[in-house]
Structure formats: structure tokens, C-alpha cells
């Protein structure tokens, strides 16, 4: 009896460590975002490869009804060409006073077809709409309705090159924000461009905003300017925050 | 008094993996507690449902750091043309921490615990620790001798250590709640608070009524763990430190 647990015991230690480098193999591979040699990261790295490995794929997150609309904060740039804020977008301040008929959303990097989209453009392809939860990595939520047409459609227009990897979006507030082609092709992902029923408010990402449901809300980024999709994954420097934020 | 049982003199030791996984179990739990109340810092309130925001009534705020303030809002516009229809309103003042650090901390230390939590589970299983050390004997629990046991350690009149996992009633009761309730309810409640999580089991969502009841849920149950935790270490000083923790540790 005494033996036959001893040998459970082993095996039990032998199977969960087994396990635990099964799942730390895959850091090895240069498939993966970079760690900057921080050990905060490989966590945030050991998160990805988890969620990527052992979630079952494309999963829609939960979407709700018009009543459950809520209030809905705005935080970080709230208008990009706010003279008073330290940082100030002339050109988007140009766009906005001619109500965005002059924006242009551009796709290019590893693309057959590299082109811009107008906003009436972006607005011709069968449009998604959804009610979902924006999750804060601060910790508030917000229930609100996103229109737009989904980031797999103009990334199937433009005909991704096989080699793809990953979907960059740079942003008229200078932010910069990347997610892996799971992500991108999400039927949820969408470039947004209507808010609760009518245009996207400015404070909330006008003209148009990436709505990312399954990360935490930082990576759906506002004010969209341009985006490039690349082989690479295009290190931004580690400026704290994860960069893979699904949890 | 409190009878401890009599077992085979090999088992009256605590075992190695036990000891590994208590201390590892011990710092995550720590690093998980102090980056808990970091991310906590960057938004103290609390609410119940799907929903909670500045905008939004909350069950309650605590007062630890200046973001539970309100005010440094603006530009307040109703998203409907109702009564009572939800607003936005553009935030115009920066929060007093960032999370950024805290959340990946938590994560990294939530690995830990999980893993490890994961070892400790099955080992205890198969080893039979569970079964002869931690869950009370169905003949061993009377509610008289479980409210003796509880007066007693209130009134410091704490059973003398053995060193070993020959546990107390009390003892008995309070690990298998902390072991088998507490940290899988702040495991799952912390899962309930991802998004790619939920996507993939909306059940999660169901059974903690929403994303903030969980992170509420989330709060108490380790607001609970850290009162445990003080709890113990009193206990241990109070049955002879030095014996107990060598027991824990180095000690055969």
C-alpha cells in the first residue's frame, strides 16, 4: 500500500511538471512577442501561448441586449487635437473640422493589394453590429453598441501575403497597437465606425476605432490612421503594459 | 481536549512535496495579494452585474487611493435623446496609479498558483493526504466539538503543534475550506474577469452573475485569504514558531 503511493505521489509530481514545460516549450520558438529579458513578460508570454493553445478557437464573447447600453466613460486622449493638451494633432484637428470627409484609412506591409479607404469606402461593406462589454484593464466595464465592418473583411480585400503574422494599427494620438492574425480574424474584431446608433464621438475614437472584444479594452485603439500588416512582430519597447491581453 | 490521532510514526511528518507546494503556494499567494491591491489602487470600486464604471453607481467605494475621487469629468452627453439615457462623459485628469506592472505581476504569480495549486491537488489524491490528514472524519464532526474547538483558539488556548499533518477539528475545517473553496473561487472569479475567457465559457459569466460581481466576489474571497493568513501565522507563533516552521521546512 505504503509503495503503491509512494509511486502515485512520483507520478503525479513527474505528469504536472511534465506538463508545465510542455507549455513553457513553445517560448523557445522566435514565434512568439519578445520578453525584453523581463520576467514580468514571460508570464504575459505564458498567458498567450495558453490561451492560443488550450481556449477553443473563435469564440464570440458574450453580446447583449439595446437595454443593457451603459454609460460609457472616456479615458486616454479624449480629442486628439486638443490645444490644451500637452500633446496635439494639427492634422487631425483638420480632419475633424471637415467632418472626416478627407480621412483615409491606409493598408499596407504584407498585402497584394495595398490601398486607402475612405470612410464612405469602409461603410460600403456589409456592416457588424454588436453589443458587447468594453473591459477596462483598470477595472470598470461598460456595456456599448459598436457598428463597423469587420477587420476580416478589408484584410480579405486587400489579400493578406500567406507569411502575415501580425495586424499593427497606428493611431492620430501616436498610439500603436498590434494583435496576431487569431485575433484579427475574430468575426468580433471590427473597425468601428458607429457608437450606440450614430457616429463614433470623438472622445470615443472618431472617425474610426478597432473594437478588439476578446482583449482588454486598451487594445481596441482609437482614432485609427493607418494600418500595417507585417511578418514581424514590431517591438514597440516595454512600456509596461502586455502586450497580449486576453485575460 | 482535542485528540490527535495516533498514525503510523512515518506519517507524522510533514512531506516533502507538501512543503514545496506550501511555500511556493505561500509567495504567489503574497505577490498576488500586494499586485491585487495595486490593480485595486487603479479603480476602487466595487459593484454587481456585467456592468460598473465612474458613471455607474457602485456597491461601494474604499478610500485607497485618489481615483475613487469623482470629479475631473467632462463634456457630459447623453448617447440617447430619452430621459435618463446613458451619458459619456471624457475623463480629463490622470489616474493616480498605473495597473500595467501589477496585472502582469498577478499573472505571472496566478501561473505559480495554479500550477502548483494543480500538483498539490492531484498529490493529494493519490497520495491519500486528503482523505487521512485534511478532510474531518464524518464521526469525527460534531458541531459541539467544532464550536469547542473554535472557543478554545479565540480564547488562545491553542492544542501544543505535532509538528505534523495531524490537524486540529478546527484546523481541519478552516484549510479544506481555504484549500477546496477560497483559492479555486479566486481563481475562478479572476478568470471570470477575462475577456477571451468568457468568450470562450460563458458559463463563467452565469454563475458569478456578470464581470463585476465576479471581480466583487474576487475581492472578498481574498480579502478572506489575507484574513486566514494573519490568522495562521498567529497560530504558528503561538504553537512554538521556530519548532513549526522548522517542521515546515528543514525539519525530518
Known amino acids: ?247 | 481536549m482535542i485528540s490527535h490521532h495516533t498514525l503510523n510514526p512515518k506519517n507524522s511528518r510533514h512531506k516533502r512535496w507538501v512543503k514545496g507546494t506550501h511555500w511556493i503556494i505561500t509567495m504567489s499567494f503574497l505577490a498576488l495579494a500586494f499586485s491585487g491591491f495595486v490593480i485595486l489602487m487603479a479603480h476602487p470600486r466595487l459593484y454587481w452585474g456585467e456592468v460598473g464604471n465612474d458613471l455607474t453607481p457602485a456597491l461601494f467605494e474604499l478610500p485607497i487611493s485618489r481615483n475613487y475621487q469623482h470629479g475631473g469629468w467632462e463634456k457630459k452627453s447623453p448617447f440617447f435623446d430619452s430621459t435618463g439615457s446613458p451619458v459619456s462623459m471624457s475623463r480629463n485628469f490622470a489616474t493616480f496609479n498605473k495597473n500595467s506592472w501589477g496585472r502582469s505581476l498577478h499573472f505571472l504569480a496566478a501561473w505559480f498558483l495554479v500550477l502548483t495549486g494543480a500538483v498539490y491537488l492531484l498529490a493529494g489524491i493519490f497520495t491519500g493526504h486528503f482523505r487521512s490528514h485534511l478532510w474531518p472524519r464524518v464521526n469525527e464532526f460534531r458541531l459541539r466539538l467544532f464550536w469547542r474547538d473554535l472557543i478554545n483558539h479565540l480564547r488562545m488556548r491553542i492544542p501544543s503543534a505535532t509538528y505534523g499533518p495531524q490537524y486540529g477539528l478546527l484546523q481541519k475545517c478552516t484549510y479544506s475550506v481555504v484549500i477546496f473553496f477560497l483559492l479555486p473561487l479566486t481563481v475562478l472569479t479572476g478568470l471570470t474577469m477575462s475577456p477571451a475567457i468568457t468568450a470562450a465559457y460563458p458559463f463563467l459569466l452565469k454563475i458569478f452573475f456578470g464581470a463585476q460581481s465576479a471581480r466583487t466576489i474576487h475581492f472578498f474571497a481574498s480579502a478572506i485569504l489575507v484574513l486566514f493568513l494573519l490568522v495562521h501565522v498567529v497560530m504558528v507563533i503561538k504553537s512554538g514558531f521556530k519548532k513549526q516552521i522548522r517542521a515546515m521546512t528543514i525539519g525530518k
Open chain 1, 1 to 247: 500500500m505504503k509503495k503503491n503511493q509512494l509511486i502515485n505521489r512520483r507520478h503525479a509530481i513527474i505528469t504536472g511538471l511534465t506538463s508545465l514545460t510542455g507549455l513553457l516549450l513553445p517560448g523557445c520558438s522566435k514565434k512568439l512577442p519578445p520578453t525584453y529579458g523581463n520576467i514580468l513578460r514571460m508570464g504575459d508570454v505564458l498567458t498567450y501561448v495558453a490561451h492560443r493553445t488550450l481556449l477553443p478557437g473563435q469564440s464570440l464573447a458574450r453580446e447583449y441586449q439595446y437595454g443593457d447600453i451603459s454609460s460609457f466613460p472616456a479615458i486616454g486622449t479624449t480629442n486628439p487635437a486638443d490645444p490644451a493638451k500637452p500633446f496635439c494633432n494639427e492634422a487631425y484637428g483638420r480632419l475633424l473640422s471637415g467632418a472626416f470627409t478627407n480621412w483615409a484609412l491606409s493598408i499596407e506591409g504584407r498585402v497584394a493589394r495595398p490601398r486607402s479607404y475612405s470612410l464612405a469606402d469602409l461603410q460600403r461593406f456589409p456592416p457588424r453590429t454588436q453589443i458587447t462589454r468594453h473591459t477596462c484593464e483598470e477595472g470598470w466595464t461598460a456595456i456599448g453598441q459598436w457598428t463597423g465592418v469587420p477587420l476580416s473583411r478589408v484584410l480579405n480585400s486587400v489579400g493578406i501575403l500567406p507569411s502575415a503574422r501580425f495586424v499593427n494599427f497606428y493611431a492620430y494620438d501616436d498610439y500603436m497597437e498590434s494583435i496576431d492574425m487569431f485575433d484579427a480574424f475574430h468575426p468580433q474584431t471590427i473597425l468601428a465606425y458607429g457608437m450606440n446608433g450614430r457616429d463614433l464621438p470623438v472622445p470615443h475614437g472618431a472617425p474610426l476605432r478597432l473594437r478588439v472584444e476578446t482583449q482588454i479594452g486598451y487594445k481596441s485603439l482609437k482614432f485609427l490612421k493607418r494600418i500595417v500588416v507585417t511578418d514581424e512582430f514590431v517591438d514597440k519597447g516595454d512600456n509596461g503594459w502586455a502586450w497580449y491581453t486576453g485575460i
